[in-house]
Structures are given as C-alpha cells and as structure tokens.
C-alpha cells in the first residue's frame, strides 16, 4: 500500500485519478457577495461540507441558507447552483462522488 500526502493550495482543485482516490474535491473561498457557480448538475452525487459563511442553495426545485457547520448532500442529476451571501470569507469543500469533475452547465 503506498500512501501519499498532497499539497492542495485554497486555490486549487484534485480530480482523485491524479491520487488514486475515487472522489474528487473543489475548494471554495471567497469573500465576494453573490459568486458561486451557475445552475449546472453531475451524473453522481456532491456533498457539500460548509466550512464557514454563508449561502444560498438551490438544488432543483428546492432552495436552503447553508451556513459554517452545516453539511448539504444534493443527488445524482439534481441542477444546482448556489450564491454567497455572508459579507464575511465563505468557505466549503465539495465533494465530487467521482475521480474525475464531469459536469453539465444548464445556464
């Protein structure tokens, strides 16, 4: 078994194929009220792990204020987007339940 540490900079993305591992990671840090990504879904899942701040998720035809510590898990084939709404850092780590970022923008 050979296990490897990773240097991932807040600015940087890993598709697990790069490492091996089965899922992939999208860190999110900004302080820019009103960014985050346009409506868009994945064929498997992303879980999404609020570190801290605040926003506005819409996962079909659902929307949420997720805020630091909370956890949101939208399904395979669910359009989703969010907004950042905290004035303060917003700051999460996706989770891509696969090893490589595959994704359809619908807007």
Do not use: C
Not at 6 to 28: A, H, M, R, T, W
Not at 69 to 93: I, M, T
């Amino acid at each position: 078994m050979t296990v490897q540490a990773i240097d991932l900079p807040f600015d940087k993305n890993l598709e697990g194929y790069v490492s091996g591992s089965e899922i992939s990671i999208i860190q999110e840090y900004t302080d820019v009220v009103g960014s985050g990504p346009r409506l868009h879904r994945h064929p498997y899942s992303e879980t999404f792990i609020v570190r801290r701040g605040e926003a506005l998720f819409t996962a079909g035809d659902e929307q949420l204020v997720v805020a630091g510590g909370q956890v949101l898990v939208v399904p395979a084939l669910v359009a989703h987007k969010f907004e950042v709404l905290d004035r303060g850092f917003f700051e999460s780590v996706n989770i891509h339940a696969n090893d490589r970022f595959v994704t359809e923008w619908l807007e």
